[in-house]
């Protein structure tokens, strides 16, 4: 990859300026509730559930986000996860038909293709809810619930060395990747915490989604038929993420930055 100095400085910039936002911003104290928008990353561990679960096992998510908390600590959030694991419940029969009997494909070369099979995909939702004070250092930690909408879709990964294989290459790939996508719904039940200092704020809870999907491809090659219409799946686990808050503003002062 080549190198670019003046992008390092700009990224290195850009980082500083947030934190230092971060640390500036007024500290919220015990007995008020405060106006706070950050940035946040999350990681997460879902089962699925619906027809997703005769396709994928258990996944891996990591997300950004953009949230706002209101004085009276309604919670609003948009968000994007991509969902990644290597558990392919389907690998083994996906390539029949094309394989060795080793179960091996053999590239352009006449040697066994060096490849693997993932799950990949992404949700992107809007949610809205709200923030019940409890146990925490001040009025804007506690129980929050949240719901929303919005979009996913997941796909049969296929990496290879250097695409040495052109049955699996190109459009061909197309037929055994089983990208799907649709709308979605999701649902989440945890804690927040944001402390007095700015440093340590994050949420944890658990997560669902519902996602009413259908298939981008006309035709799966190895089943020599059209997919389905529509199926319904569903994801559902722990999530944990942590956020930067980028300024506040109390019910009693405000501060300008």
């Known amino acids: 990859m080549k190198y670019y100095p003046a992008m ?26 405060a106006r706070v928008f950050s940035l946040g990353a999350a990681y997460g561990k879902d089962l699925p559930g619906g027809d997703l679960k005769s396709r994928f096992g258990m996944n891996n998510s990591l997300g950004v986000s953009f949230s706002y908390k209101s004085i009276t600590n309604w919670i609003l959030m948009v968000e994007g996860d991509y969902l990644f694991s290597r558990n392919v419940k389907i690998s083994d029969e996906l390539f029949e038909d094309i394989a060795a009997e080793e179960g091996y494909i053999i590239d352009e070369g006449g040697i066994f293709t060096d490849m693997a099979v993932l799950e990949a995909g992404m949700t992107a939702n809007f ?51 089983r990208l799907t996508e649709g709308f979605n719904t999701s ?47 569903s994801l559902y686990g722990l999530k944990i993420g942590w956020f930067i808050p980028l300024g506040k503003q109390t019910a009693r002062k405000t501060h300008y930055y």
């Open 8 to 33: 390092k400085k700009a990224l290195i910039f850009s980082i500083t300026v947030v934190l230092m936002m971060a640390v500036s911003a007024q500290k919220p104290e015990n007995d008020t509730t």
């Open 127 to 177: 949610s809205f809810g709200k923030l019940f004070p409890v146990r925490g250092p001040n009025q804007n930690s506690g129980l929050v619930f949240r719901v929303g909408g919005g979009y996913m879709f997941h796909k049969i990964r296929i990496e290879q060395n250097q695409n040495s294989a052109p049955q699996i290459s190109g459009d061909y790939q197309k037929g055994y990747d």
């Open 187 to 233: 649902q989440f039940l945890g804690y927040h915490y944001l402390g007095n200092e700015n440093i340590l704020n994050f949420y944890a809870g658990i997560e669902f989604h519902q996602a009413w999907m259908s298939s981008s491809r006309a035709y799966n090659f190895d089943q020599r038929k059209r997919p389905a219409d529509s199926r319904f799946d």
